[in-house]
């Protein structure tokens, strides 16, 4: 079951920000900052706590991983099972695999704000993957694909104030994209350095090796 609550109140159960609000995360104050521990009433008890045992440790990580990406516990499990029978490092497998989905392609190419946004213009029928429309969030984009934002759909307002805002990051060395067609492409499959997220995978992978 996907998570609709609040999106600041998982930064605060994770302890980092998660960006998970788009450019609101970098406009407004973060309520992490306020209050730095964990939702709920024994929140301040809790990181009190002693030293979080490594069982806690990974099932953190694990949690912020799936929640960065916004993907359920059985998505999060069917991908790292898949990967896991390719060649190469899993846990670099694993945090390539989540680049690659559609939802979060989008999101890299600037076409919305953030990932929940980008799964919002999907479902409803705004992308174009190779010329086709393609409505599913989980759609594993391939090297050479081109992902674009529909023709009618390129007037939105969330769609053009996205793009103007991610140009003020640098661009990912394994995406190409045309703002003036509001397109993009997959140059390659990224390789742990060109994924700017700061997590333990193989954390992850010592915890569902168990």
């Known amino acids: ?12 159960r994770e ?15 973060c309520p992490i900052e306020r209050r730095p521990y964990a939702p709920g009433q024994h929140g301040q008890a809790t990181a009190r706590r002693r030293k979080a045992s490594e069982y806690a440790k990974q099932l953190r990580e694990k949690q912020k991983v799936k929640r960065i990406y916004g993907v359920s516990e059985r998505q999060f499990r069917n991908t790292f099972e898949r990967v896991t029978k390719l060649p190469g490092v ?19 190419m600037g076409f919305a704000a953030s ?12 992308i174009h993957v190779n010329g086709k429309q ?7 984009v391939r090297p050479g694909e081109e992902v674009a934002v529909r023709g009618k759909s390129r ?12 140009s003020r990051g640098a661009p990912l060395s394994w ?8 397109s993009g492409r997959m140059l390659e499959r990224p390789g742990r350095g060109d994924i700017p997220i700061a997590a333990q ?10």
């Open 1 to 12: 079951m996907r998570y609709t609550g609040p999106s600041c109140r998982q930064c605060r």
């Open 15 to 29: 302890g980092t920000k998660l960006f998970l609000k788009g450019t609101k995360c970098f406009t407004e104050k």
């Open 90 to 108: 899993t846990g670099h497998n694993l945090l390539a695999a989540l680049e690659s989905r559609l939802d979060n392609m989008v999101y890299r």
């Open 115 to 126: 990932r929940k946004a980008a799964r919002q213009l999907i479902r409803h029928r705004h």
């Open 134 to 140: 393609v409505d599913i969030p989980s759609y594993l």
């Open 155 to 166: 007037e939105q307002v969330s769609v053009i104030s996205a793009l103007e805002y991610s």
């Open 175 to 182: 995406i190409a994209i045309d703002k003036d067609t509001f």
């Open 201 to 210: 995978e193989q954390l992850i992978v010592e915890l569902y090796s168990k």
